[in-house]
């Protein structure tokens, strides 16, 4: 088991480290930064110290190779917009689209898991096969279309939520964050909504075949033999076998959710890190594209090591050291 | 307990019609099948594939799901038909008075739950009794069925068991409420044969001990001569012999069941040719006219294209058939 987590994290650290040179590369062939950063009314002077402060006037191998040093100590540089360090406004923002992700992996787990279910107990009824319909318009739509029809629906006919913006954010463990007020709450349910669609058909798609599947096996007919309520064989003997492809999916979409939730937070104006890779990488602020996604890699390599983990505890029959990581 | 109640058969079904309606046609899985079973004893429901014996135990269990219907008949058990009871008794008697067991040990264990809850859960479906009494009743069924150590066997799951010892964990569940009649769909056809041969043991042993009535489902005769105490034969749907095991495979009156039995590798046939039943077994979306083993028979006659009525020959063993094998060699 600790070799396993130990093997598994040495695999991540190579990644991490693969990945830090590509887009660092990347960047470097999409524009120079300095274009879009200097005034263009400052004079040369200026403009010379500026490309040195941002130690832009080096060749790329040495502006990889400082930047990799400072990188391994943890220090992503600052960004060439904001001048503050690169990291540190990632993770101020980061609650925002956290908690975003959180709500909408809720709301795509939950409903999706139970609609699912539904429409693989019931494929010929009318309401299975309703739910197969929405669901395939769910991913079909575009997002950001999607999202529009929200906010015309609830914020402009409906007048009942807010069309964007946070909202009210209180102080939680040293973040801001909009859960714990009802006005944060009527701020994050369209946007966890739109960001919950496409998962949640997801999972709806994946239930179901789970679902079908396991209703047709003996294990089922031994617990109606057994004399156990439709409910129990259901939420238990159904449930858990059909919850182990669910979570991996859903484990994926979460990292998923979080780095890649740029649409919907444009879409409503959600002030989290999705935005802010979008800004940055118009304007070119390559510390903070670089130390975004060295983030979203770690918190991938976290989230697959816990579905690994999670796997473990729903089939007995996983055994960690074995897997092939 | 008085006679008259001792006297009831455990079972009795009448004339059941268990059909399909599938979109091929109306598929006749059981039809006008008759038999009973008493308490203590082993019956053997021997056929083909496809020739309805498990659709006959789910039948009696309640537990034929759409497309399939019961259409007529009467499962009689311990006196009461239930064609009458609604879903919830029927789930009361199910694991509780009637249990059933299935063919493959490696499936009807649910695989992501503890031998514990699977056996815990099955108590408390029909007892209102708490976690710990219940957990000692799983305990005591699997000392029964000759698991060893079952206190730490409770916390295992379905794969750290072989199929054998699965299929003993099967036979504890199925025993936990010491039903008065026990349904087993081919449990050992999955089994290597010496597993078998303890399965077979260890179910007979049970059924002595507490009187159970048992319905053993399996194409296998040479499992029905070891096991049962009476054998019915079914073909394409129907009954077409039944009587007690010894007399059937002894003297076959119904030109299926001499078939079957010819086709049996024995000892003292040795060198000879077995012999093969020609022709297959009809579709059941299709079946002739009359006998549905006509086609395949070598004594049928012009009348065979009626339907035989089922007949008592001689006491105790009945055949529907109009042409039976050997009836002046019948003792």
């Known amino acids: 088991m600790l070799v396993y987590l130990i093997r598994r994290l040495a695999q991540s650290i190579l990644v991490l ?22 005034n263009p009314e400052a004079d040369l002077q200026e403009q010379q110290a500026t490309i040195e402060r941002l130690g832009l006037d080096l060749p790329l191998h040495e502006q990889l190779f400082v930047f990799m040093g400072n990188a391994v100590k943890g220090d992503f540089g600052r960004s060439f917009l904001h001048g503050e360090p690169a990291m540190e406004i990632i993770l101020t923002r980061l609650p925002a689209t956290m908690e975003l992700a959180v709500v909408a992996l809720a709301i795509s787990l939950v409903f999706g898991v139970l609609f699912g279910l539904w429409a693989g107990l019931k494929p010929y009824a009318f309401s299975g096969k309703t739910i197969m319909a929405g669901s395939i318009l769910g991913f079909s739509l575009p997002n950001f279309w999607q999202g529009l029809m929200l906010i015309l629906i609830f914020a402009v006919f409906l007048g009942w939520l807010p069309a964007g913006g946070r909202g009210e954010t209180t102080e939680f463990l040293g973040m801001r964050v909009s859960f714990l007020t009802a006005d944060g709450w009527s701020h994050i349910l369209l946007p966890a909504l739109n960001l919950a669609i496409f998962k949640m058909c997801l999972v709806i798609r994946l239930a179901r075949a789970g679902t079908r599947e396991a209703a047709l096996q003996d294990y089922v007919k031994f617990a109606r033999a057994k004399g156990l309520s439709p409910r129990r064989i259901v939420l238990v003997h159904i449930l858990k076998n059909i919850m182990i492809p669910v979570v991996t999916v859903v484990g994926l979409e979460l990292g998923s959710m979080i780095a890649f939730a740029v649409v919907t937070e444009t879409v409503f104006a959600w002030p989290g890190i999705g935005k802010l890779l979008i800004d940055s990488i118009v304007n070119l602020d390559r510390p903070v594209v670089v130390a975004y996604l060295v983030l979203t890699v770690f918190m991938f390599v976290i989230i697959n090591l816990t579905v690994d983990l999670i796997y473990s505890v729903l089939d007995p029959r996983v055994r960690l050291a074995e897997v092939k990581a | ?52 014996k498990s659709v006959t135990g789910f039948s009696i269990m309640g537990m034929v799901d759409a497309p399939g219907r019961i259409v007529g008949g009467e499962v009689r058990f311990q006196g009461q038909d239930l064609r009458q009871l609604d879903e919830s008794a029927m789930r009361d008697l199910r694991g509780n008075r009637i249990a059933m067991i299935f063919q493959d040990p490696m499936m009807t264990l649910n695989p992501v739950l503890r031998i514990e809850t699977q056996m815990v859960e099955s108590v408390l479906a029909h007892d209102k009794v708490d976690r710990a009494e219940a957990r000692r009743r799983a305990v005591e069924a699997l000392g029964l069925v000759g698991i060893s150590s079952p206190e730490e066997r409770l916390r295992a799951y379905p794969h750290q068991f072989s199929g054998g010892m699965r299929q003993r964990v099967a036979i504890a569940i199925a025993m936990l409420h010491k039903p008065e009649l026990i349904i087993a769909d081919e449990p050992t056809t999955a089994l290597d044969v010496t597993i078998q041969a303890q399965i077979l043991h260890e179910a007979q042993k049970l059924c002595r001990r507490y009187d159970t009535a048992m319905i053993w489902i399996t194409h296998d005769l040479s499992v029905v001569a070891g096991l049962a105490d009476r054998v019915c034969v079914m073909y394409a749907g129907q009954l077409v012999e039944g009587g007690q095991v010894d007399a059937v495979l002894d003297h076959p009156l119904h030109p299926y069941t001499a078939g079957l039995i010819g086709s ?14 020609p022709g297959m077994t009809p579709s059941l979306l299709r079946l002739p006219k009359g006998c549905p083993f006509q086609a395949r028979c070598d004594r049928a006659h012009d009348d065979c294209a009626q339907v035989p009525v089922s007949r008592e020959l001689i006491p105790g063993r009945w055949v529907r058939c109009f042409y039976p094998c050997e009836t002046e060699a019948v003792p």
């Open chain 2, 264 to 277: 049996v590798p024995s000892q003292n046939m040795r060198g000879r040719r077995l012999t093969q039943i």
């Open chain 1, 17 to 38: 480290l693969v990945m830090a040179v590509l887009v660092f590369v990347g960047i470097f062939a999409v524009g120079n930064p300095v274009d879009v950063l200097i």
């Open chain 2, 1 to 52: 307990m008085t006679s008259a109640a001792n006297d009831l058969p455990t079972l009795e079904v009448r004339n059941l019609e268990t059909h399909f309606f599938t979109r091929a046609g109306v598929l006749r899985a059981v039809n006008d099948v008759s038999f009973s079973v008493k308490r203590g004893e082993i019956m053997g429901l021997v056929g083909e594939s496809g020739s309805g």
